[in-house]
């Protein structure tokens, strides 16, 4: 485990006052993980590779971006540790929306500790994605597949906002589909974590019959 975490701070280059935050906010993903099912069990054995260096590839792909948007955020995977990552650089910020009440108390605790520049909103996607609209970067993990993605992100990444989805194996099936009903531009990049994943960056959107 410590070996595990060693090689992800030191991969990441994160600042000692930062891998301290990300030591408070992996001690309590455990401590809330036993009443609140926050992640799948079996990945807190690996919690360092298999969710924060996950989440942290992600700045990577936008390094200047500064407003961030995380949607079902759940565990604060990718937002709040992007956040907490990202706190050094200048008014670095992470929207964190989570329709799950449960879920939202963990994200306002660990922020808290952490000092985590975020703003937790405990509502549905579909009734606020449109006021988000100064959003640089939209991301979300395990939510939905590609075309929900894109139907919820829409109003944003058709004016500009650059949209990051983690994706698995299957992601050339969701490409596929997607593109039934979109027309958009994205690359495909490598997961850092994960052989057979890979993240979609989309940076432009609209619908087909448009």
């Given at each position: 485990m410590a070996a595990d975490r060693d090689?992800?701070?030191?991969?990441a280059a994160v600042s000692r006052e930062t891998a301290a935050?990300?030591?408070?906010?992996?001690?309590?993903l455990r401590r809330w993980q036993s009443v609140k099912n926050l992640v799948g069990p079996?990945?807190?054995?690996?919690?360092w590779t298999r969710h924060v260096a996950d989440a942290l590839q992600l700045l990577a792909l936008a390094p200047e971006a500064t407003r961030w948007l995380d949607?079902?955020?759940?565990?604060?995977?990718?937002?709040l540790i992007l956040a907490i990552a990202g706190a050094e650089r200048p008014g670095f910020h992470?929207?964190?929306?989570?329709?799950?009440?449960?879920?939202?108390?963990?994200?306002l605790e660990s922020a808290r500790l952490t000092g985590a520049p975020v703003r937790v909103h405990n509502v549905r996607i579909e009734d606020v994605i449109a006021g988000f609209t100064g959003a640089e970067v939209i991301c979300a993990r395990a939510l939905a597949n590609l075309d929900q993605l894109l139907a919820w992100t829409e109003p944003l990444l058709k004016m500009g906002t650059t949209g990051l989805f983690p994706k698995g194996r299957d992601v050339e099936a969701e490409l596929t589909q997607a593109a039934q009903r979109w027309r958009f531009v994205y690359d495909l990049h490598p997961s850092r974590t994960d052989s057979a994943a890979r993240i979609v960056r989309v940076?432009?959107?609209?619908?087909?019959?448009?």
């Open positions: 090689r992800v701070l030191a991969q935050k990300l030591d408070l906010y992996v001690e309590q079996a990945t807190l054995a690996e919690v949607l079902g955020s759940g565990a604060g995977i990718p937002g992470v929207d964190l929306v989570e329709s799950n009440a449960r879920k939202c108390a963990f994200l940076t432009d959107l609209s619908r087909v019959d448009s």
